[in-house]
């Protein structure tokens, strides 16, 4: 079986969204509350494409040039103080997406670090978590 699979166990295919260069507020230092600084996001986004494969239609297939404006939207206001939350909202924005199944997120924070060229948090998360969440929370 494929490392990345959905419940039917069909392996997913792979939309890349790499090295998105955009600036924000993110830290918890005083400095870093003051002035936007580089993020660089990527975005594995796990889907069947299978569909669009044949099709050639672009309305079988996940809108990843609306997808990158909304999350750049997002980043560029928000102010978190942690790139894992950051990473986390991303991860929420990429799930939205109809046909996204799982999202892989990594965000880098160049030079946050000396020394270091970057600092970087991965996650991954899946839709069916959300929508589990969601019904749990419905329930509640």
């Given at each position: 079986?494929?490392?990345?699979?959905?419940?039917t166990s069909r392996p997913l295919d792979r939309l890349?969204?790499?090295?998105l260069l955009v600036r924000c507020i993110v830290g918890i230092n005083p400095e870093e509350r003051d002035k936007k600084q580089d993020v660089i996001i990527n975005a594995t986004l796990h889907a069947d494409l299978s569909k669009a494969c044949r099709s050639d239609d672009f309305a079988d297939t996940v809108d990843y040039r609306?997808?990158?404006?909304?999350?750049m939207a997002m980043v560029e206001k928000s102010a978190d103080r942690l790139v894992e939350r950051l990473a986390e909202r991303v991860a929420d924005l990429c799930l939205e997406?109809?046909?996204v199944e799982r999202v892989r997120v990594?965000?880098?924070?160049?030079?946050?670090?000396?020394?270091?060229?970057t600092v970087a948090v991965e996650i991954d998360r899946f839709?069916?978590?959300?929508?589990?969440?969601?019904?749990?929370?419905?329930r509640g």
């Open positions: 079986m494929a490392e990345y699979s959905n419940p890349y969204i790499d090295d609306s997808l990158k404006k909304r999350i997406s109809p046909g990594r965000v880098d924070k160049p030079g946050a670090l000396r020394f270091a060229r839709a069916a978590d959300r929508a589990a969440d969601r019904a749990v929370a419905d």
